[in-house]
């Protein structure tokens, strides 16, 4: 099992030069084949993983641990390893990964640019996601900005350039905020100056605090705390943080919205509960009404924006702002059963919103627009893509028996304890979200046939491939959770008394 973390997140890297001794129109074979070895190389992780640690504070109880000096004069190192939260995001990593290069089939310009790129994403977010250095985790985070500016501002739509800058200049303002609040972690840190996460850790636990200067005239923790908040709140997105991801989605390449939404927008939640909350848990205390408060608004107004869209992958962009609202509300709850929905909810959500971008990709190859009145009775006509996207849409909605109801609930009974009045106002979520998904289903599917797509073909093989995975983990999920659960609730369980204390 030596180094098994670190071919996990390189082999997608390593698959980078293969793709200049194939001919262009392979490149997507050798991404494809690269995405699958790193999965199948994974699976001695998830097989292996000892779920009764919790891992959240101590070295010990990090699993594959690998670590090693990097640059001994000021103490950065190589340092990987994962517990349950970590295992949860490299999983689901890895599941879009190779869903993302099926969508990437008909990638018809620049094919090897294209495929290094997405290669060189996949390392990046599987970085950050292993990541116990704070310089490391970082670098892996600044890295990602890179090839997704290019596979939005390259092979994106119309605006992609605006939505390409736009995207990169929001997340970059937060890393600027980010870069120096590691800075005064390190040169204020309880003892030695370090930048090893769980060493940090252990001495906030111990009762060390960061015993820096004021500044602007705030205490320096509070400071801090929000200089990581702002900049993990960005990537979530966070409101008023958020107006960077509608644009990003439509401009996007189908096959990077699905990685946008499945993968990137969990890096922000994964940032509170790795580094800006547990570090800082007296501060989170203090900010934790207002963090309920944007969860809340986050919530209704996206799922009131949602319901007001005509585009239909804009719509899906809302949707995301409203169901990542949820995941706040569970970690701002910080009861067990809260912050363990709000994880299980980053997982579902990723696998869901996935499919929901997929599904859209499919109507955009065919019809080459996107808008939801512009067609109509398409049920009768792509009777397979109906049903699978009735599917996707009940999942969206949370109905029972599929995996977004069980993350919801668990959510809304951890907040009910603590925060009853935003939990009711939350349920409005709920019933918008149902609003904007069944109207959608109906102008689309339903009604009289628009006689310009009585035509139009049923999904192909590819395209099944890549949405029929992703249905059976909703299902199965939705009737097994805690095959899933069972991963993270010993190190969430940990965590909630951390932030509760």
């Known amino acids: 099992m030596s180094h098994i973390l670190s071919w996990v997140v390189f082999i997608p890297l390593i698959g980078v030069p293969f793709l200049w001794l194939v001919s262009k129109e392979k490149a997507k074979w050798v991404a494809l084949i690269a995405v699958i070895i790193d999965f199948l190389v994974a699976l001695p992780l998830f097989i292996n993983f000892d779920k009764a640690l919790k891992g959240v504070t101590t070295v010990g109880e990090m699993q594959f641990v690998e670590k090693a000096s990097w640059i001994p004069s000021l103490g950065i190192e190589y340092f990987i390893g994962v517990d349950g939260i970590s295992i949860t995001m490299i999983l689901l990593t890895l599941i879009i990964g190779v869903m993302a290069a099926l969508a990437s089939w008909r990638i018809g310009i620049y094919q090897r640019g294209y495929f290094a790129?997405?290669?060189?994403?996949?390392?990046?977010?599987?970085?950050?996601?292993?990541?116990?250095?704070?310089?490391?985790?970082?670098?892996?985070w600044?890295?990602?900005?890179?090839?997704?500016?290019?596979?939005?501002?390259?092979?994106?739509?119309?605006?992609?350039?605006?939505?390409?800058?736009?995207?990169?200049?929001?997340?970059l303002l937060g890393s600027i905020g980010m870069l120096l609040a590691i800075i005064a972690i390190w040169y204020f840190a309880p003892g030695d100056s370090t930048f090893n996460m769980i060493e940090l850790l252990q001495r906030v636990q111990a009762?060390?605090?960061?015993?820096?200067?004021?500044?602007?005239?705030?205490?320096?923790?509070?400071?801090?705390?929000?200089?990581?908040?702002?900049?993990?709140?960005?990537?979530?997105?966070?409101?008023?943080f958020h107006t960077w991801l509608p644009d990003a989605h439509v401009e996007a390449p189908t096959a990077i919205s699905?990685?946008?939404?499945?993968?990137?927008?969990?890096?922000?939640?994964?940032?509170?509960?790795?580094?800006n909350f547990p570090l800082f848990p007296e501060v989170f205390e203090w900010f934790r009404d207002f963090l309920i408060v944007l969860a809340v608004i986050n919530i209704v107004y996206g799922a009131l924006c949602a319901l007001a869209q005509s585009d239909f992958k804009k719509m899906i962009a809302y949707s995301s702002v409203s169901h990542m609202g949820f995941v706040i509300l569970g970690i701002g709850a910080a009861t067990e059963q809260g912050i363990n929905g709000a994880v299980l909810q980053m997982f579902n959500h990723g696998t869901i919103t996935a499919m929901l971008f997929l599904l859209v990709g499919v109507v955009y190859d065919r019809a080459h627009h996107r808008q939801i009145?512009?067609?109509?009775?398409?049920?009768?006509?792509?009777?397979?893509?109906?049903?699978?996207?009735?599917?996707?849409?009940?999942?969206?909605?949370?109905?029972?028996?599929?995996?977004?109801?069980?993350?919801?609930?668990?959510?809304?009974?951890?907040?009910?304890?603590?925060y009853q009045v935003a939990t009711i106002v939350s349920g409005l979520g709920i019933i918008f979200g149902a609003a904007y998904m069944l109207w959608a289903y109906q102008r689309v599917f339903f009604?009289?046939?628009?006689?310009?797509?009585?035509?139009?073909t049923d999904m192909n093989v590819v395209e099944l491939a890549s949405v029929v995975p992703l249905i059976c983990i909703v299902i199965f999920l939705g009737i097994m959770p805690n095959a899933i659960i069972s991963y993270f609730e010993t190190s969430l369980n940990y965590l909630s008394s951390i932030l509760m204390n």
């Open 117 to 140: 790129m997405f290669l060189l994403l996949e390392t990046a977010m599987l970085g950050v996601f292993v990541s116990l250095d704070l310089i490391l985790f970082y670098l892996f």
């Open 258 to 275: 699905v990685i946008l939404a499945g993968v990137l927008l969990k890096m922000g939640t994964y940032g509170f509960l790795r580094i």
């Open 207 to 240: 009762g060390g605090e960061f015993a820096g200067p004021a500044i602007f005239g705030f205490p320096f923790a509070k400071v801090v705390f929000i200089a990581l908040f702002i900049g993990f709140a960005i990537k979530v997105p966070i409101f008023p």
């Open 373 to 418: 009145a512009g067609f109509g009775g398409l049920a009768s006509v792509t009777p397979v893509y109906a049903t699978i996207t009735s599917l996707a849409f009940m999942a969206a909605i949370g109905l029972p028996g599929l995996s977004g109801f069980i993350s919801e609930f668990l959510i809304l009974a951890g907040a009910f304890k603590v």
């Open 142 to 171: 600044e890295v990602m900005l890179f090839p997704m500016y290019f596979l939005i501002g390259v092979w994106g739509g119309p605006r992609r350039i605006y939505a390409a800058i736009k995207f990169f200049l929001y997340t």
């Open 447 to 456: 009604g009289k046939i628009n006689e310009k797509y009585k035509d139009l």
